[in-house]
């Protein structure tokens, strides 16, 4: 089991607004990622925040950051059949060099 | 400017068979790292190179895993002999350096099959 921890499935209908949720486990993390991985393709790397951040928009989406529950979540608005695939947060541990620690993903379908 | 590349991208293998993958990093970017993806898991590192020294490799079973970074550049994976268990995608990822938010840029990996 992971420390980061991922829901495995979500179900949206295009157009809406996808919600995905992460917990992590080391307060100590200073990065916290979000990377997409299509079907047979490696791990695209959508977007990131810095731990001293709460929020950060990037166009359709927006990672929210909450250190005190250690939860991080990813909204993607407007979600398209093209956003369907598999989501993964990783957190990046302060006294870890460059190591991600990489949740289980969370599937996101996308019906038209 | 190419992205991480890995060849092959489908391995099928028997067991006992040797296996080994190869991972080109964009250029410039001084660390590697490999990754084990199991079916329906987040990657695990393997191990983590900076330029052509081993800098975290505990996580890799010394008894079949092999790595190497000869020039700093491109890097090998080697399994020897491989196990059933070994089916997996293997991903190589590689950063500037490991400094304070170095993004890991990942290839499209090794989907490896044993028989």
């Known amino acids: 089991g992971e420390d980061v921890e991922q829901s495995l499935f979500l179900s949206v209908r295009e157009g809406d607004s996808s919600v995905i949720n992460c917990t992590y486990t080391?307060?100590?993390?200073?990065?916290l990622y979000w990377y997409k991985q299509e079907p047979g393709a490696g791990l695209q790397l959508l977007t990131y925040?810095?731990?001293?951040?709460d929020m950060k928009q990037d166009q359709r989406l927006t990672v929210l950051l909450n250190k005190k529950d250690k939860h991080l979540s990813l909204r993607i608005a407007d979600t398209q059949t093209g956003d369907s695939a598999i989501y993964f947060c990783?957190?990046?541990?302060?006294?870890?060099?460059?190591?991600?620690?990489f949740g289980g993903g969370t599937r996101l379908m996308v019906k038209p | 400017e190419a992205g991480v590349v890995q060849s092959p991208r489908y391995k099928i293998i028997e067991k006992k068979q040797p296996v080994a993958f190869w991972c080109n990093p964009i250029?410039?970017?001084?660390?590697l790292y490999w990754y084990l993806q199991n079916l329906g898991q987040g990657p695990e590192l393997l191990i983590r190179?900076?330029?052509?020294?081993?800098?975290?490799d505990s996580q890799l079973p010394k008894d079949r895993f092999s790595a190497e970074r000869l020039k700093g550049v491109d890097s090998t994976l080697k399994i020897q002999p491989a196990e059933l268990g070994d089916s997996a995608v293997y991903l190589c990822?590689?950063?500037?350096?490991?400094?304070?938010?170095?993004?890991?840029?990942f290839g499209p990996g090794t989907r490896l099959t044993v028989l």
């Open positions: 925040i810095f731990s001293n951040m």
């Open positions: 190179y900076e330029n052509e020294e081993a800098v975290d």
């Open positions: 990783a957190e990046r541990p302060n006294n870890a060099g460059n190591m991600l620690t």
């Open positions: 990822a590689s950063s500037l350096g490991t400094g304070s938010g170095d993004t890991q840029y």
């Open positions: 250029s410039g970017h001084n660390t």
């Open positions: 080391d307060s100590s993390s200073t990065y």
